[in-house]
Every structure is written in C-alpha cells, then in structure tokens.
C-alpha cells in the first residue's frame, strides 16, 4: 500500500520559518512530480508548489521567493521550506506525488495533511 506521510507543521508567528516534510512508502517503481497543495478555512485547496522528477520545480505567485521546494537523495521525499510565513499561509497542507506503484497503474495520491497556522 502506497502512502504519503507528512510533518513538520506547527505554529509560527509572523515572519518566522517552517519546513514540511513528505515521505512516500510502499511498492513503488517510480515517483514523478511531487509537490503541496493547502487548504485554508472556507477556501478550495490550491497548489503551493510541485517539484518533477528532473528537478523542474513550479510555485504559485503568493508564495515565490519565500518558499522553496526539494526531493531528498532518495526521491521519496519531498520537502518546504517556508519562510518569511504571513497569517495568510495559515492552512493544511497536503503533500501530492504522482506515483507509480509497483504492478499497478500510476495515480495521484495524498497525504492526511499538516496543520499550519501563522500568528499575526
């Protein structure tokens, strides 16, 4: 069974830093793109950032310049670095991979998401 496990959210205050993380476990035969979707209060889930295979990495405008995304040695990991956090990052955060499980067709799978809260 493929699965995502996320961590690393918390709270911060305003102008402080956080770094999520996200491991992918199970039969896998390979992992494309990976990345983070969040979800504010009241809000559809949006993409915050996606890194591919090759390294290619893509992030919305609200978040450019401040949060940076990257995949460990092994692959399956992925990680955020969020810094510069303003209240309007407050969110849960979901970790995204595109995975090829072994003897199975390729889908998208999530992780049960991380709370991310910034105080003003």
């Known amino acids: 069974q493929v699965q995502l496990v996320e961590s690393g959210g918390g709270l911060v205050q305003a102008g402080g830093s956080l770094r999520l993380s996200c491991a992918a476990s199970g039969s896998i035969y390979s992992i494309n793109r990976m990345g983070w979707y969040r979800q504010a209060p009241g809000k559809q889930r949006e993409l915050v950032a996606f890194?591919?295979?090759?390294?290619?990495?893509n992030y919305a405008d609200s978040v450019k310049g401040r949060f940076t995304i990257s995949r460990g040695d092994a692959k399956n990991t992925v990680y955020l670095q969020m810094n510069s956090l303003s209240p309007e990052d407050t969110a849960v955060y979901y970790c995204?991979?595109?995975?090829?499980?072994?003897?199975?067709?390729?889908?998208?799978?999530w992780g049960q998401g991380t709370q991310v809260t910034v105080s003003s």
């Open positions: 995204n991979a595109e995975i090829w499980p072994v003897a199975r067709p390729p889908d998208d799978y």
């Open positions: 890194i591919t295979s090759g390294g290619s990495t």
